[in-house]
């Protein structure tokens, strides 16, 4: 069974850095999509990046140039760095799998970064 777990957030001041993690088990995930997206209160979740099996990567527009994606496929991990955070990047970050052209999406658990001003 496919379990996806989140570390690394937290509370930080506005300009600050956080680096969010995926440990991925209970399959081979080299050909995985992994994605990150996140959910603020009272809104919808969104995309916040996406790195394909390919290691090309695809980011929502608040977040490019400040945020990077990356997968090291030997430790099943994909990782978020978020630089230069901002107030309204406060949500909960969830971890997402899914293989290419599959309905089927895994998520973590969530974790929270909270960015205050």
């Known amino acids: 069974q496919v379990q996806l777990v989140e570390s690394g957030g937290g509370s930080v001041q506005a300009g600050g850095s956080l680096t969010l993690s995926c440990v991925a088990s209970?399959?081979?995930?080299?050909?995985?999509?992994m994605g990150w997206f996140r959910q603020a209160p009272g809104k919808e979740r969104e995309l916040v990046a996406v790195?394909?099996?390919?290691?090309?990567?695809n980011y929502t527009d608040s977040v490019k140039g400040r945020f990077t994606i990356s997968r090291d496929s030997a430790k099943n991990t994909n990782y978020l760095q978020m630089n230069n955070l901002k107030p309204e990047d406060t949500a909960v970050y969830y971890c997402?799998?899914?293989?290419?052209?599959?309905?089927?999406?895994?998520w973590g658990q969530g974790t929270q970064v909270t960015v205050s001003s």
């Open positions: 997402n799998a899914r293989r290419p052209f599959s309905p089927i999406d895994y």
């Open positions: 209970g399959g081979t995930f080299t050909n995985y999509g």
């Open positions: 790195i394909l099996p390919d290691l090309s990567t």
